[in-house]
């Protein structure tokens, strides 16, 4: 079965340094991986998929994820995060028809 | 152009009652989706809807059923809520349904069952 891990329940990192939001993957295949935001009492928005071809890939709000096959990770990245950032973020893995998502990383970033 | 909408934004329901939740999508997808979002649990799927016309169980279907009533309408309906139904509840629409479709979620209803 196909699945995602979050090793982390939070991060924390100030404005202006890079972040990193870490995800790990098992599937059976090829995995069509995603990373979504969800801020407080809002519902999901997309960011950025790997279904194929370049290994980084770029996103919404200068967001970008590393595919890497080896170690079998999809970890979220930005160079400078800003306080607007704060948010809860998923990584989920298509199963079929479904997404089977992570259980969120709590990001938070301090001025 | 809404994206994906649903009604309504909050609900308190008693054991036993029945209520509709409504999702509605202007994107021209082919496939809707609930899914139910629990702590510490992630999104979890409860049904879909490849076309219309058609709709198939996900991971976690006891209690719930569906309706698809048109190209832009999905609508979850709970017979008999339970606390255990308790949760936030995002509707969410996909172009084809194909693996690496992207799903546009809309805001969520939170629903709270007494």
């Known amino acids: 079965a196909q699945s995602v891990a979050q090793p982390e329940d939070q991060v924390n990192v100030a404005e202006g340094n890079p972040l990193t939001v870490k995800c790990t993957y098992s599937?059976?295949?090829?995995?069509?991986l995603f990373w979504y935001v969800q801020y407080p009492n809002r519902g999901l928005q997309f960011l950025l998929k790997?279904?194929?071809?370049?290994?980084l890939v770029k996103g919404s709000y200068g967001f970008e994820a590393e595919f890497n096959k080896s170690q079998t990770s999809f970890h979220l990245k930005k160079p400078s995060a800003l306080v607007s950032d704060s948010a809860l973020y998923f990584c989920?893995?298509?199963?079929?028809?479904?997404?089977?998502f992570g259980t969120g990383t709590r990001l938070q970033v301090f001025p | 152009n809404a994206g994906v909408t649903q009604t309504p934004k909050f609900q308190v329901l008693k054991t036993g009652q029945s209520m509709t939740l409504q999702c509605a999508q202007d994107?021209?997808?082919?496939?809707m989706y609930w899914y139910r979002q629990d702590p510490g649990m992630g999104l979890r799927l409860i049904y879909y809807?490849?076309?219309?016309?058609?709709?198939d169980k996900g991971e976690v279907p006891n209690g719930y059923n569906v309706s698809r009533l048109n190209k832009r309408e999905f609508s979850l309906r709970l017979e008999s809520a339970a606390p255990s139904q308790t949760s936030v509840y995002f509707c969410?629409?996909?172009?084809?349904?194909?693996?690496?479709?992207?799903?546009?979620f809309g805001p969520g209803t939170r629903l709270t069952v007494l």
């Open positions: 969410a629409s996909s172009e084809r349904g194909g693996s690496g479709d992207t799903q546009y």
């Open positions: 599937v059976s295949g090829n995995p069509y």
């Open positions: 790997y279904i194929t071809g370049d290994n």
């Open positions: 989920a893995v298509r199963d079929g028809v479904k997404l089977i």
């Open positions: 994107m021209n997808h082919n496939s």
């Open positions: 809807s490849a076309s219309e016309g058609t709709t």
